[in-house]
């Protein structure tokens, strides 16, 4: 079955310290995957997105994701979280073939102090 | 800038009622969607159209239905409210293109007491 999985319901990171978001996925070809954020009462904003070529995908925020085929996964990186990253964030795969969204169920980000 | 707007952020109704759930987009787009957010579940898909007048069920159209007369207007009917459709409705739209990406509107949080 075509599905996302992210293993971390909630994570707590210090401002200022470094933060890796989990997201793999389970399709028969190479999907095209997604990371979105969603601040609180706001709709889904695009972080940044893999197509093909370099595995390694710079995205704003200053956010970055990895693809990697081998382990089916594709994580969410930052090197220095800030306070104004606290929201909810959702990885996703497009079905290339017919251009729907499967989206696993947010990893709700938490900064302390 | 791609701009989706909805509606109503905030929606009350009583159980058995009709509610329309609106989304106007202003690009143009072929591809719009219409997905509920709950706590724990991430984004599902309910309907989509890839063109006027056309449309497609989703993961979980029950209880929905969907109306798109104009390119840039895609309604979502709940034929008769119910409380477990009491959720956060999300819009999106994607272009032809297949290497695009879904925007999103602001959402409806939509209460049915």
């Known amino acids: 079955a075509q599905s996302v999985t992210q293993p971390d319901i909630h994570i707590t990171v210090s401002e200022g310290a470094s933060l890796e978001l989990r997201c793999n996925y389970s399709y028969g070809a190479t999907p095209y995957l997604f990371w979105y954020v969603q601040s609180p009462g706001q709709g889904l904003q695009l972080l940044l997105k893999?197509?093909?070529?370099?595995?390694l995908v710079q995205g704003i925020k200053g956010f970055e994701a990895e693809f990697k085929r081998s382990q089916s996964s594709f994580n969410l990186r930052k090197p220095s979280v800030h306070w104004s990253d606290a929201a909810e964030y959702f990885c996703?795969?497009?079905?290339?073939?017919?251009?729907?969204?499967?989206f696993g169920t947010g990893t709700r980000l938490l900064v302390s102090p | 800038d791609v701009k989706v707007t909805q509606s109503s952020r905030y929606l009350v109704k009583r159980t058995g009622e009709k509610v329309f759930l609106e989304c106007v987009q202003d690009?143009?787009?072929?591809?719009m969607f219409w997905y509920r957010q709950d706590p724990g579940l991430g984004l599902r898909l309910i309907y989509f159209?890839?063109?006027?007048?056309?449309?497609e069920k989703g993961d979980i159209p029950e209880g929905y239905s969907v109306s798109r007369e104009k390119k840039e207007r895609f309604s979502l009917i709940l034929e008769s409210a119910s409380t477990n459709q009491t959720s956060m409705y999300l819009c999106?739209?994607?272009?032809?293109?297949?290497?695009?990406?879904?925007?999103f509107g602001p959402g409806t949080r939509l209460t049915v007491l």
């Open positions: 996703a795969f497009m079905n290339t073939g017919f251009q729907k969204l499967v």
């Open positions: 159209s890839y063109d006027v007048k056309m449309k």
């Open positions: 690009m143009d787009h072929e591809n």
């Open positions: 999106a739209t994607l272009s032809g293109v297949s290497t695009d990406t879904q925007y």
């Open positions: 893999y197509f093909s070529g370099d595995t």
